[in-house]
C-alpha cells in the first residue's frame, strides 16, 4: 500500500542521505562504539543520541512527563510501524533549534504541528508524503507478491526499537514514542554525561541475553567542518606568512606558522577521509536500492542449464537447516537465562 512504511535498516549512511533528502542541510549520522568522553569528543558537536536496541516488554516505573507542558520540545507517539528509526531522527533534528538548517520539509513541518499533543503528532508524521517517500526509497528490493500477510510473515522476528536522547533548554530527555511522555534524566552542562548512565543502564538489563545493539549520533556534517577549519587556518597563515616575508623574524610568528601548517594539514586529511566514506555510502546506497532478482534468476537458469543448481539447492537446505536449529537453540538458552 502506498500508505504504508517500510522497515529500513540502521546504518549511518542510511541516515544521513536520508535526512539529507528530506532537506536538512549539515547533518551527517556517526556510529558510536562507546559511551566515553573521548568517543564524543571526537565527534565534535553533537545534536542528539540514538539508540537501537531489541524490544521486549517489561515494566519501566520511570515517571513520564506531560509533554503538553513542554511546548518548546517535540514529542510524538509512534502511531505507524516500522516508523521508529525516522520517528528518532526526527525527534533528535526538531529539538536542536537553530543549531540545524532543517529546510522547507521540516520547518513546514514543525510549525504545523508544534502545538499538535503527541498522537496527533506522530499521525502528522505518518501523513507526510515526503517524509514517507525518502524512509521508503531506502527499503529492501522485493518484487515478488506475497500470499501471506504481512503480520504473519513478521511472526516470530525479532523486534526492534529506537529512542532518541537530546538536550533541551539544560535539561536531557529520553524520547521514546512508544512511552506516554518523554522521560526527564537530569540536567548539567555536560548533556552527554547525563544520558550516557542511562544508555547503560538499559545495556545492562540486557546484557545476559542480547547483544545486539546499536548507538548512533546527529553530529555536524564532519566534510563541511574540515572544510571550514581549512579556511581559516589558511587565512591565519597567510597574515603570518606576510608578516614573516616582511622582515618579521619573531620566533613565536614561526611556531604559529608550523602550527597552523600541521591544522591545515589535519583539516584536509580529515576531509579526504571524509569525501572517501561519503563515496562509499553512496555506493552503498545503490546497492541497497538497486533490483538484483533479474540478475539472480539468470544466474538460477545457467545453473540449471549445466545441470549444477540441484546440488547447490540440496547444500542450501542443509545450511539452512542448521541455521534454523541454531537459531532455535540460541533462543532456548536465552529463554532460560531470562529465567534465572
Not at 566515553?36 to 515517571?63: M, V
Not at 515478488?144 to 503480520?151: G, P, S
Not at 526492534?160 to 534524566?185: C, M, S, T
Not at 552527554?192 to 545493539?213: G, K, T, W
Request: hydrophobic letters at 45%; proline letters at 4%.
Amino acid at each position: 500500500m502506498a500508505d504504508t512504511w517500510c522497515t529500513i535498516e540502521s546504518d549511518p549512511g542510511v541516515f544521513t542521505e536520508l535526512i539529507e533528502q528530506i532537506g536538512v542541510k549539515g547533518v551527517q549520522v556517526e556510529e558510536l562504539y562507546s559511551l566515553d568522553e573521548g568517543s564524543f569528543a571526537d565527534l565534535g558537536d553533537i545534536y542528539g543520541l540514538i539508540f537501537l536496541f531489541k524490544w521486549r516488554k517489561e515494566t519501566d516505573n520511570r515517571p513520564t512527563l506531560d509533554a503538553m507542558n513542554l511546548p518548546d520540545l517535540f514529542f510524538s507517539h509512534q502511531v505507524i510501524p516500522n516508523a521508529c528509526a525516522t520517528q528518532a531522527i526526527l525527534s533528535v533534528l526538531l529539538n536542536a533549534g537553530e543549531r540545524v538548517e532543517l529546510g522547507s520539509t521540516l520547518g513546514d513541518f514543525l510549525a504545523f504541528s508544534r502545538d499538535f499533543p503527541p498522537d496527533l503528532k506522530g499521525l502528522a508524521i505518518s501523513n507526510s508524503d515526503t517524509i514517507r517517500a525518502v524512509h521508503n526509497s531506502y527499503a529492501r528490493q522485493d518484487p515478488f507478491l506475497h500470499e501471506k500477510d504481512d503480520d504473519d510473515d513478521d511472526k516470530g522476528k525479532d523486534a526492534f526499537h529506537f529512542i532518541a536522547y537530546v538536550p533541551h533548554r539544560g535539561r536531557v530527555y529520553e524520547l521514546d514514542g512508544l512511552k506516554q511522555g518523554p522521560i526527564e534524566l537530569g540536567e548539567g552542562a555536560d548533556w552527554l554525561m547525563v544520558a550516557a548512565p542511562a544508555i547503560q543502564e538499559r545495556i545492562a538489563r540486557y546484557a545476559s541475553s542480547e547483544i545486539r545493539f546499536n548507538l548512533l549520533a546527529l553530529v555536524q556534517n564532519k566534510a563541511e567542518a574540515a572544510e571550514a577549519a581549512i579556511a581559516k587556518a589558511e587565512a591565519e597563515k597567510a597574515e603570518v606568512d606576510a608578516k614573516v616575508a616582511g622582515g618579521d623574524i619573531d620566533p613565536d610568528l614561526e611556531q604559529l606558522q608550523n602550527r597552523l601548517a600541521a591544522a591545515i594539514a589535519n583539516s584536509r586529511a580529515v576531509l579526504s577521509a571524509e569525501q572517501e566514506k561519503r563515496k562509499r555510502w553512496r555506493a552503498e546506497n545503490a546497492r541497497r536500492k538497486h533490483n538484483y532478482v533479474p540478475f539472480a534468476i539468470a544466474l538460477l537458469r545457467a545453473l540449471a542449464a549445466r545441470g549444477a543448481l540441484e546440488g547447490l539447492a540440496a547444500k542450501a537446505r542443509e545450511r539452512a537447516e542448521t541455521a534454523a536449529a541454531a537459531k532455535q537453540k540460541r533462543k532456548a538458552e536465552a529463554a532460560e537465562l531470562d529465567k534465572q
